[in-house]
Antibody, heavy 117, light 113 residues
Framework: EVQLVESGGGLVQPGGSLRLSCAASGFTFSNSWMHWVRQVPGKGLTWVSRINTDGTITSYADSVKGRFTVSRDNTKSTLYLQMNSLRAEDTALYHC??????????WGQGTLVTVSS | DTVMTQSPDSLTVSLGERATINCTSSQSVFYSSNNKNFLAWYQQRPGQPPKLLIYWASTRESGVPDRFSGSGSGTDFTLTISSLQAEDVAVYYCQQHYNSPFTFGPGTKVDIK
């Protein structure tokens, strides 16, 4: 069974940093492109970032470019999102997502990030 | 960026009746190299993460009931639930998985009448 378990969320002040982690199991992590997608509670879905299988290709939504960094450790089957210079508008539930053929076929439950003073 | 729109915003359908959701992309998501439309549909039940239903516009994900079907090409797409069941109450999102940023539609809420 595919499992994606996010952690690292919490309350942080504007301008602060957080590092999210996603522990993957039940599939060959090193063969999968991975993404982060966020959702403000009660609102829609916004793609944040993606990373290819060996970590050499990354891309970001314009709203987070230059502030967020996605990375992975295939030896630990873990995906990361380093979030710096956080803003109130970054407040959301952050989902770790696996993709196949470009479609997002496995989702974690998410970790909540709240940016507030 | 490719903008995704959906209609209606919400709909209520009687059990066993058909539900139809439309999705339009601001640019074509058809990839001629493999003759596929890079359009996906997701179901999000309350308190749950989204679940992939359909990819490549009409390919049903493994385990998805066959009452769910997708159609369309280029910029106009449709998700049809042929006979609505109680467990289908959810928000449905379309998404283009053609190019980055991978944009989603705003969602359509489906309820039982």
């Amino acid at each position: 069974e595919v499992q994606l378990v996010e952690s690292g969320g919490g309350l942080v002040q504007p301008g602060g940093s957080l590092r999210l982690s996603c522990a993957a199991s039940g599939f060959t992590f090193s063969n999968s492109w991975m993404h982060w997608v966020r959702q403000v509670p009660g609102k829609g879905l916004t793609w944040v970032s993606r990373i290819n299988t060996d970590g050499t290709i990354t891309s970001y939504a314009d709203s987070v470019k230059g502030r967020f960094t996605v990375s992975r450790d295939n030896t630990k089957s873990t995906l990361y999102l380093q979030m710096n210079s956080l803003r109130a508008e970054d407040t959301a539930l952050y989902h770790c997502v696996r993709s196949a053929w470009g479609a997002f076929n496995s989702w974690g439950q998410g970790t909540l990030v709240t940016v507030s003073s | 960026d490719t903008v995704m729109t959906q209609s209606p915003d919400s709909l209520t359908v009687s059990l066993g009746e058909r539900a139809t959701i439309n999705c339009t992309s601001s640019q074509s998501v058809f990839y001629s190299s493999n003759n596929k439309n890079f359009l996906a549909w997701y179901q999000q039940r309350p308190g749950q993460p989204p679940k992939l239903l359909i990819y490549w516009a009409s390919t049903r994900e493994s385990g998805v009931p066959d009452r769910f079907s997708g159609s369309g090409s280029g910029t106009d797409f449709t998700l049809t639930i042929s006979s609505l069941q109680a467990e289908d109450v959810a928000v449905y999102y379309c998404q283009q998985h053609y190019n980055s940023p991978f944009t989603f539609g705003p969602g359509t809420k489906v309820d039982i009448k």
